[in-house]
C-alpha cells in the first residue's frame, strides 16, 4: 500500500524526464530514462522496452532496467502473436491493449525468464493511426503487483515513449527531405538527381526497392528511369503503357496506390519486378506531379523477410512521405524543363539573330555579284569567246543562285519559331499532304493510319505542313523503289492534357546510333544538298508549337520519327 | 525614258543597277545612303518618275524614309523598294503606304535584274497612266469650275 501511495503522489512533472526533453534528439537515453522512471513509479523489480520490427513481425527486447539481467537475455526476439507462450509483451504488440498479470504461474502468454518473477504489467507503445510501436513491461517478485493505478502510470510513460519514438522518425524523415530538397535545386545532372530520389526514399521509407518511372511524351509510354536493386539492369528498357499494371493505373488516375502485396491485386500486371510477388510484403506507387500533368510514378516495395512473415505496410504517413518527395521531384523536373526549354530558345534566338545579319550582308553581295556578272556576260557577248570561258560565266551565276538557296534556308530557320496561331485541322494537312507525296512519288508506299475523330491542335498551319514535308521528304529521299512510308495519327490522353501523335516511319537505312544525337542540330546533314537545316528547323517548328519530336527508330530498320503536339477540342476549332 | 534614282549602300549593286537601267535608255541617279537620297530626291526638279531604294540601309526603315520623301516631293512618283534579305513585312508595310512594288535581291534561280527592269517599264506606265488621269481630271475640273459661278 505504500509503493501505491508513492505512486499517486510522484508526478511526471516532478521527473527526471522533464530535464531529458531538451536533450530529446537522443531518442535512445530518452526511452531508457523512460524506462527507469517506470520501474520508480510502479515499483517494479525490473523491466523492459521492446520494439516491434515489423520486417519479421517479431518484438526485440531493446531496453532492460531493474536487477539481475545478463548478455542472453538480451535482445531476445518474439513472435507478434495471441498464441500462448509467446511472451506477455508480444501478446500486447498483438492486441494493442494493456496487460494486468497477477500470477505468472498461472498466465497462458508467460514466457519464463527470471525465477522470481511473480506478477507483470505490460502496456504498448502506441504511434500515428493507432500502430503498435512497442512494449512496456514491468515486473514484480511479488503476486498481484500491479493494479489499475499502475496501469494508468505506465500508460502516461508509455505514450511519452510513443511519441518519443513518432517524433524521431519525424525528425530524421524531416531533415532527409530538407537535404534532397537542397540537392534537387543544386544538381545539375537529371539522372543522378533521380538516383539520388530513388535512394532517399528506400533510405526513409525503410523500403527494400524504389523504382522511378517518367513519362516518355513520344511514345506515350512509362519508361524506368532510375532503380535501386534488381530493375537497375532495365533502367532505360522497362516500360509501361498508361493504365497498363500498378504503375500504369497511377499514372492514368493520378492516384497513389498502397497494397499489402500485389498477388491478388486486379492492377497487377508483375511485367517488371523488383522481387518475386510472393515475396513482396507491402507496394505502394504515387504519381509524380508536375505543374500541369502527372510526370510519372515512385514506387518502393518491401520484401518480406521470410516467405509466413506478415505483411510490412505501408503507413499512411509513409503516403503522404513517399507524396512529398515525389512533389519535390515534380517541381525539379518542371524546373529543368522549363530551363532546358528556355536555353533551346534562346539558342535558337542568337542563332537566328546572326544568321540574319549574315544573310542580309551575304544577300546584298550577291546581288551586286549577279549584276556584275550580268553586265560582264553582255559586255563579253560582243566578242568571240572560247566555250570554256561561257561555261565558267554559266559556274559563277549557278554557284551565285546556290549561295541563295543557302540564304533561304536560313531564312526559313530562323522563321519557324515565328508563329502565327490557329485552330488547325491535323488530320487534314496530314491526310493532304500524304495524297500529294503520294502521287508525286508513285515508286513509293504511302500508309495512312488516322483516327475517325479529327485531331486538331493550335498552329501555324503552314509551319506544320512545311514541319511534316520535310520528314516525309526526308524520308522519300532515303528510300529505294518500293519502298514504305507509314504514317499514324492519333489522339491521345494524358492526365488532364490531350495530345495529338503523329509517327512517321519508313523501311529505309534508319539513322545510325551515334547520329541520333545530332540529326537535330543545326548545320547537320549527311545529304549532299543544302546546309542540313532541314531536321533542326522541323524541330524548331514543333519546340515553338510548345510540342516534341524524337527519332526512335533502329539502324536498319528505318527512320521512325514522333511527333507530339498538344491537342485542342475540334469545338475550338469555330472559334477565334 | 524615265529619270530614276537608285538608293543603295551597296555600291557594286547600285552600280549594277544603274548599268542595268541605262541600257534600257533611262536616266539613272544613284544615293549611297537614305540621307544622299532624300536630298536629292528634294532639289530633283523635275521630279523622279521612279524611285528604287534599298529597305535595310542606316536603320531597318530607310526605305520607307524614302518613300515617304519621294511622295512628298511627287505624289505620282513610283516607288520600288528592294530587300536582300526576309523584310518582306517592311515591304508590305511600304506597299501599304504607297509603295509601287517591291523585289526581293536573292531569289534562286530568277534574274532579279531583268525583274528589276520589267517591274520600273510597268511602273513607268503606271506613272503615265496616272499623269493622264490628273490632267484629264484638272480640264474636267476647269469647266465645272466655270459653270458653278452663274448659279451663285
Not at chain 1, 68 to 73: A, I, M, N
Not at chain 2, 107 to 128: F, Q, S, T
Request: hydrophobic residues 40%; glycine residues 8%.
Amino acid at each position: 500500500m505504500i509503493a501505491r501511495s508513492e505512486v499517486q503522489e510522484k508526478s511526471i512533472e516532478d521527473s527526471r524526464l522533464y530535464q531529458l526533453w531538451s536533450a530529446i534528439a537522443d531518442t535512445k537515453a530518452l526511452l531508457k530514462a523512460i524506462l527507469e522512471e517506470s520501474l520508480e513509479a510502479v515499483n517494479a523489480t525490473r523491466g523492459t522496452i521492446s520494439l516491434v520490427d515489423y520486417r519479421t513481425g517479431e518484438l526485440v527486447t531493446e531496453f532492460a532496467a531493474g536487477v539481475g539481467w545478463s548478455e542472453e537475455k538480451f535482445g531476445l526476439r518474439f513472435k507478434i502473436t495471441h498464441e500462448p507462450g509467446n511472451s506477455i509483451s508480444s501478446y500486447v504488440a498483438y492486441s494493442g491493449m494493456p496487460y494486468v498479470c497477477p500470477d505468472v504461474t498461472k498466465d497462458p502468454y508467460y514466457y519464463p525468464l527470471f525465477p522470481d518473477t511473480r506478477s507483470e504489467l505490460a502496456v504498448p507503445l502506441i504511434g500515428r493511426g493507432g500502430r503498435v510501436l512497442g512494449v512496456l513491461n514491468v515486473e514484480s517478485e511479488k503476486v498481484n503487483a500491479f493494479g489499475k493505478n499502475e496501469v494508468k502510470v505506465l500508460s502516461a510513460l508509455a505514450s511519452i515513449a510513443a511519441f518519443a519514438l513518432s517524433l524521431a522518425t519525424h525528425q530524421t524523415r524531416e531533415k532527409a527531405l530538407i537535404e534532397l530538397g537542397k540537392e534537387l535545386a543544386a544538381t545539375p545532372d537529371i539522372d543522378a538527381l533521380l538516383e539520388k530520389v530513388t535512394e532517399v526514399a528506400s533510405r526513409l521509407l525503410d523500403a527494400d526497392d524504389c523504382s522511378l518511372f517518367l513519362l516518355d511524351k513520344s511514345i506515350n509510354r512509362l519508361v524506368l528511369r532510375a532503380s535501386r536493386g534488381l530493375l537497375r539492369s532495365m533502367v532505360g528498357k522497362a516500360t509501361y503503357r498508361l493504365g497498363e499494371g500498378l504503375t500504369g493505373w497511377v499514372a492514368l488516375n493520378n492516384k497513389p496506390a498502397r497494397l499489402n502485396g500485389v498477388v491478388g491485386d486486379p492492377r497487377w500486371k508483375g511485367l517488371y519486378l523488383e522481387l518475386k510477388p510472393e515475396e513482396i510484403s507491402a507496394f505502394m506507387a504515387v504519381p509524380v506531379r508536375g505543374r500541369k500533368e502527372v510526370m510519372g510514378v515512385l514506387r518502393v516495395l518491401r520484401k518480406k523477410a521470410h516467405l509466413s512473415a506478415p505483411h510490412y505496410l505501408f503507413s499512411e504517413e509513409d503516403e503522404e512521405l513517399l507524396f512529398t518527395l515525389a512533389n519535390q521531384l515534380g517541381a525539379a523536373l518542371d524546373r529543368e524543363e522549363l530551363q532546358r526549354r528556355l536555353f533551346t530558345m534562346q539558342h535558337i534566338a542568337t542563332i537566328g539573330e546572326l544568321a540574319a545579319r549574315t544573310a542580309h550582308m551575304i544577300g546584298n553581295k550577291v546581288f551586286a555579284m549577279k549584276g556584275a556578272l550580268k553586265e560582264l556576260g553582255l559586255q563579253l557577248s560582243n566578242l568571240p569567246l572560247l566555250e570554256s570561258t561561257q561555261r565558267l560565266l554559266g559556274s559563277i551565276e549557278r554557284a551565285l543562285y546556290e549561295v541563295e538557296t543557302l540564304l533561304q534556308d536560313l531564312r526559313d530557320f530562323v522563321k519557324a519559331t515565328q508563329l502565327n496561331l490557329q485552330p488547325v485541322c491535323l488530320s487534314e494537312v496530314v491526310r493532304e499532304l500524304v495524297q500529294d507525296y503520294a502521287q508525286e512519288f508513285p515508286h513509293i508506299s504511302f500508309e495512312l493510319q488516322m483516327d475517325e475523330q479529327p485531331v486538331w491542335v493550335k498552329g501555324d498551319v503552314e509551319k506544320l505542313r512545311n514541319a511534316i514535308s520535310e520528314l516525309i521528304e526526308n524520308s522519300v529521299h532515303f528510300l529505294k523503289e518500293g519502298g514504305k512510308i507509314s504514317i499514324r495519327l492519333a489522339k491521345s490522353t494524358w492526365v488532364g492534357q490531350k495530345h495529338a501523335r503523329l509517327i512517321i516511319r519508313d523501311t529505309g537505312p534508319g539513322i545510325p546510333e551515334k547520329l541520333k544525337e545530332q540529326i537535330f542540330q543545326p548545320f547537320f546533314t549527311t545529304r549532299a544538298k543544302g546546309m542540313g537545316l532541314g531536321l533542326a528547323i522541323v524541330k524548331g517548328i514543333i519546340d515553338a508549337h510548345g510540342g516534341t519530336i524524337e527519332e526512335r527508330g533502329r539502324e536498319g530498320e528505318g527512320a521512325l520519327f514522333i511527333i507530339t503536339l498538344p491537342a485542342i477540342e475540334p469545338t475550338q476549332g469555330g472559334e477565334n | 525614258m524615265g529619270r530614276i534614282l537608285v538608293v543603295d549602300d551597296e555600291e557594286l549593286a547600285r552600280e549594277a543597277i544603274k548599268l542595268r537601267l541605262e541600257r534600257d535608255g533611262h536616266q539613272v541617279d544613284t544615293a549611297a545612303s537614305e540621307a544622299e537620297a532624300i536630298e536629292k530626291i528634294r532639289n530633283s526638279n523635275p521630279p523622279y518618275d521612279v524611285v528604287i531604294t534599298d529597305m535595310v540601309m542606316e536603320s531597318e526603315n530607310s526605305g520607307l524614309e524614302v518613300l515617304k520623301a519621294s511622295l512628298l516631293r511627287d505624289v505620282l512618283t513610283e516607288v520600288i523598294i528592294l530587300t536582300a534579305y526576309g523584310s518582306v513585312a517592311n515591304a508590305v508595310e511600304c506597299l501599304k503606304r504607297g509603295a509601287y512594288d517591291y523585289l526581293e535581291k536573292n531569289i534562286p534561280g530568277v534574274d532579279v535584274y531583268d525583274l528589276l527592269a520589267l517591274k520600273v517599264e510597268r511602273a513607268m506606265e503606271h506613272r503615265a497612266e496616272s499623269l493622264g488621269l490628273l490632267k484629264r481630271l484638272q480640264s474636267y475640273q476647269q469647266p465645272v469650275a466655270a459653270q458653278e459661278e452663274p448659279l451663285d
